[in-house]
């Protein structure tokens, strides 16, 4: 090829496509003669394995084409024209939520046949366009690097992504906790709409997914639902051929190391994991209807021990399925139909129960500890896409999503019998603190649409969603904090609520010229929260706008300057709605002795319940939502190195939850802190500041790497939806700052605040057949607090600032997988795998008991110590080794 007349520019440019969580993605070049004029009247092939069929257009008169909704995959893009010499651009990647530019591609006259021109579009490149924070990672990246079996651990590979080691609080992004993230599988939103006595979270293996989009911030108004970060996992889809897998993998107890515990931990004596399952995929019609389909069955058996007790078995079983079939239905209109869920029994020895309860040191008997579990999760959509000659497309879809989860005691003493928190001995006793049967549904319809209008791309779209939670709770704990003062809270609530959430949306990404892509959207959104009577609580000005500047600088393609604004709002889950819009009896009854004994009469009994006629529309109320800006400068350094500098400030704006108010005819009172009847607290306050630095290595022969620097800051008195200083999921809690008793000293360094983060992450074949991927991680430590406890409201008080009694240490982490394949017969390939997890992990503390004291005197003055302050609550995991073995066909 000469250089110099055929030039090709291959750019990764990341346009976001259509739907508000996307399972495809588009194509975009401009085509130009030797003399740099557009050249208009040239056809343009698509093909692939991932497409039904072809795919042409032709360019506008501007030379600028657009081929859009493409299944991610690698493609050959074929450009042609009577007079000219045929180009082909080979092995072109289409990601999930992007739009794959071409760049300027120069086709030349011809006087004579001299045959195509073939150029390959796989090398790293600048995305011109995308201000969008995050990645696109596909089966061949994430395959090659030690990640864990669910899908969502691949997020941690991300710059503003870091592990919590709280129990059931996901990867935080952003500063945020992990419950402000949102989840999808194919576009389907599968994010709990409820987290106390939440419905079973599903697990997907990433054997079923072909790729992973992962959103941090800096996207444009087609996107919402969360202030974290956004999740979209696709499925395979089959193909004109037949192919699948065979998978297994094995861990115990023999391929892990030592295990010192916290007290919150559980020692896990002779465990066993394993799971085993398979996926097919292939044509019933070629080029018209495919089918894939995939099971998994997972086994999780161990000894874990109750503290003083010794151990009792951990049984876990989950069968997880997913099917789809894709039909072309004409040559410009696709149809495609999901299904995918799960089923478990889990007879459980959960560490739940003691890590929300500090200030304990001993068990009297272990039955709360141990719980039976039945739960079941079912997905299903259907998609539709019709495109509009070679200038538009229209998308449809609706889904459901349902789950459920029975809970209950795994004994009859801990089925009948309190759960019973004893400050005076330090002891925890009783039975189970409650029994639920949560079940929830969410039915979503979505239409949306795109125009090419010369350099502009104009999108809209239309979004409604119905969540629903229903539950029987029956809450029974009591407490002691002086010797002759005991608490006994009751509650049994059964209730259905919803969350209706309507919502529009329109963009336009204008291109100014061949370096400037200016995008501008707006998106509005409300929830109407609806209780046993009916709407309850209305948001109903959830204005979201966003702007998007990518400026390109120097030689074409090679640096690039980006920034964004905008504002973004959390949909809120349904734990309030089911808390104070459905009647909820709840009593404290004050004993002057034991009430275990039978015959033992309250003192005094405080009716505490919640009726929906007390809580009225709180109008002009804002839920959780944050302003966000980025700026960014990006460069490419020869043909395999990119390398990023960025800039990310969030401010949360606001925050909806309840506080408690003994001066207040309801106790339990709702709104906006610093306003109406939480005009006793502070306004809710977080701000996430941070300076990322990272490259990225794309080198010859399968190497890659992935490098990041972050330096941040959170700082304010909010942790989020979980509840960081108690160590518990709790929507609507403000962190735990509800009382006066509380503002003093509650702003400061926020318990996910980690000052210095390093990433290192990246695959290397060696020469005889085996490839080595690793994930390497150094983190500072996160800060800690004093607390004391104020009995009446059973809430922590901060002794000093918060976050200003130390740190815990500094960690760091190192992982390994080793992948070697082999051929097992024809047309069978196999690979064995060893993944080699914490690597001399040097079980350093990650979270410490804070709670300094445990109750207070009349005057208000900390007393009773807590025997169990500053011990370790959590250690990092230790080193284990995982096994595997894939067979492709």
Known sequence: MNAGRVLVFIHLSILPMLTAQEVSGNLQGRVVSPQSEPVAEVRIRVTGTSLQGTRTTQPDRQGFFQVLALPPGSYRVRLERIGFRSVVVDSVLVRIGSTTNLGVVTIEPEAVELGEITVSGRRLSLDPASTTIGANLDATTYDALPVARDYRSVIAFLPHANTSYYTGDPVNIGGATGLENAYFIDGINVTDDHFQGAVSTFVLPYNFVRTVDVKEGGYDARYGRAIGGLVNAVTYSGGNTFEGDVFAFFTDRRLTGPQPTGFNDVRSDHFTDYDVGARVGGPIARDRLWFSAAYNPQVESAQQAVPGWGDFADRLRRHVFAGKLTWQAAASTNVEL???????????????????????DSVANPDPFLFFTRAGHTSASLRASRQLGTRGLFEASITRATSSTRQGAETARGDSEPLYLDYITSTLAGGLPGRNSPRDARISVALCGTLQLGTHTVLAGAEYEDNRYSDTWQGNVILRFDSTVWTKDSALVPGTVHN???TLYAEDSWRIGSRVTLDAGLRWSGEFLIGSASVAQTFPTEWQPRLGLAVQLGRFGTQRIFGSWGIFYQQQPLDIAAGFYIPYPEFLSIFSSDPRVPGTQPDTVLNISTDPSQYRNIRGAKPEHHREMTLGYERLIGANLRVTARAMRRDLLSAFGFGLDTLNALYWVLG???????SYLPKMRRSYTALELSAEWAGRQGIQARFSYVLSRAYGN???????DYGIAAPGFFGGVQIRDNVKNSTGLLPN?????????????????LTTGAFLTWQSGTPLNDFGVNPYYVRATFLVPRGSAGRTPSIWDANFRFAYPFRLARGVDARATVDWLHVGSPRRPVWLEQIQYVSEDPNGNPINPNPTYGQVRSYQPPTQARLGVEFTF
Do not use: C, I
Request: charged share 15%.
């Open 338 to 360: 999901l299904l995918f869920g799960d089923r478990s029994t889990h007879h459980e020895v959960s560490r739940a129960t003691f890590s929300q309860f500090s200030g304990l």
């Open 500 to 502: 209706r959430v309507p």
């Open 672 to 678: 906006v802190p610093g306003e109406g009847a939480l």
């Open 718 to 724: 909010y942790t989020g939806l979980y509840a960081s």
């Open 753 to 769: 605040d980690r000052t210095h983060v390093l990433k290192l992450a990246g695959s290397y074949p060696l020469g005889f057949g």
